[in-house]
């Protein structure tokens, strides 16, 4: 049986999503709601990656003696991948603001409760 | 090619890189925030209207010498007319918008500098650079850079919170980035979608796409692209069931902070409320979920600020519910409502400004921001007083101020796009909004001072009364010629209900 990458790809990433959402709204632990969080960014980046995969394509990089139809035939459509690399560095910038607040929180309460902390 | 638009955003960057670097070193900081400050309403009335190409990439139908080199597979198709680079356009609408930004900016600049005993080089970073991230917002026109500085402002909302030292700040910005780290991947998972059905994230060339049938505007991805954007964008802006944290936000931050941060959320709503516009004006409920935002907004904001004691909370519920008159002038999609909708935007986003600073002056005196628990300010500070309760009635819609030149054109626009009901509620609402703001200004300045009330710092700094009175100034220029204004809103606002964008 072959599975196919790309809907096996896009069902993960929609599972990502869900268990992240679910973790970031109804788990106590505030570094596992954070955690939750990763897990809906990841998501959405493995979903990304998947619309730009092509079945037997190649790297969007022109070689010399590449014939310009074949390659733009062939050529994996780049776009979704620079957005990827972007949108990873945009999570790594929120996570670490996150983290930093949750280590101030702990260091004046004593606890990871979001209950205890954040009332809800 | 106008280098100054892409200057508009690259100076605050750079500005807010600088004055990180100074951290510390307080004159120097004071003086060169202020210089380099000016510099952010000024970008916007140099440059030229045109469009800007990021690495000097045209589309190709605008440079034949390059696409005479290429194959018909790629002339000879829909991508000869698409933007390969991100682009940014600068209009007339959008040099009123960076203008009042940059000028709110200014202020607001200028007033921390001199209420904070010594200037936080971090604070002034956050500033510049929620600055740098709106105005990219409102000049952008590629979905994906939006994302990007839609999360940098995000970013910086959170970083004047953190900086501001008010009790409860942590917690209720983690709260904010919680939430932000729900909304804004379903966000990008909207943009994504867009992506995966049209190949692009040009806003231009994606209704390019949709008008000229190369997708099928029926695709129900883009139904649910639709509804994830619509998520962000009541995530970004503070609507329902985002109002209580927004509104939170600005309570937790200095109050030249929370008059920048309202002023990210009003342009971030319109910047995004827009692009739905334009995006998905063919899909028949696009008008009726703005319109449904929208009302729930003004309700919900205006009856939620009636019951609060914290003066900062009030103000930040009634700036939500004066998202929702923009709103509606946006939803009811005629080109008079999109005008009087934008018109709104710019006198909200001045007058909540001018609220939060002018009743900042009695948090700066006194570090208490319950009303129950303040009184007797207009012995103090006559000439505050006087300021603050224009602003309230400039809020409310009193003649000759600016928002009463605005809601008038609402409720116009209403009437003739066949809503009148829609007028009758913004009439009722805005009573409330001047009856909540005359509860307030009581509590604050007219009952006699409480005995145990102690005041903390005697004098105001005179920067923060020559704010208010600017303020004042440009909410009663505006009222007598609001002209000044709308001329540069009704070519965007028309080309927006003529579908042709």
Sequence with gaps: ????????????????????????????????????????????????????????????????GMAAEWFSQNAAYPLPFAMVLTSIVIGASTMAVMLGIIIVLYKKRGSLSAKEILGE | MNLLIPLMVIVPILCALFLNLLHKKDRTIKTIAIILALLLPALPLLANYG????????????????????????????????????????????????FIL?????????????????????????????IAAVTAILLTDDIFNLYVFFEIAALATVGIVLVSNVKGNYETALKYMILGGIAAPLFLLGIALILGVTGNVNISDIIYSLQNGLVDPKNPVLLMACGLIVFGWLYGSGLPPFHTIKSAIYSKALPSGAALIQTFSVFIFIALGIII?????YLPFSQWVILGASLLAMILGITMAIVQTDIKRMIGFLAVGELGYIGIGLGLGTAFGITAGLFQAVNEVIITAFLFIGFGTVLYQTRVSDTRKLGGMLQRNPLVAFLVLIAGFAMAGVPPLNAFQSKLMLIQASITA??????????????????????????????????????????????TIITLLVFLVVCIIIGLFPQVVTSYLQPLATSLAGGIV
């Design chain 1, 1 to 64: 049986m072959v599975i196919d990458v790309q809907i096996t790809s896009l069902f993960t990433a929609v599972a990502l999503i869900i268990i992240g959402i679910f973790a970031a709204a109804f788990l106590d632990n505030l570094i596992k709601k954070i955690i939750g969080l990763a897990f809906i960014g990841d998501g959405v980046n493995l979903f990304l990656i998947a619309m730009g995969y092509k079945p037997g394509g190649i790297v969007y990089i022109y070689l010399p």
């Design chain 2, 277 to 281: 516009l334009r995006i998905f004006s």
């Design chain 2, 51 to 98: 469009l800007h190409y990021f690495g000097g990439y045209a589309p190709l139908i605008e440079n034949p010498t390059l696409s005479n080199n290429l194959p018909s597979l790629i002339t000879g198709t829909a991508l000869n007319t698409f933007h390969p680079a991100i682009t940014y356009s600068f209009q007339s609408a959008q040099k009123i918008f960076v």
């Design chain 2, 102 to 130: 940059g000028l709110v900016g200014l202020l607001a600049i200028f007033t921390s500098l001199y209420e904070t005993r010594r200037p936080s080089g971090v604070y002034g970073y956050m500033m510049f650079m929620g």
């Design chain 2, 418 to 463: 066949g809503f009148p009901e829609l007028g009758v509620i913004m009439i009722l609402l805005s009573i409330v909004t001047f009856m909540t703001f005359m509860k307030a200004f009581h509590a604050v300045f007219l009952r006699p001072k409480p005995v145990d009330l102690e005041l903390k710092n005697e004098d105001i700094p005179k920067a």
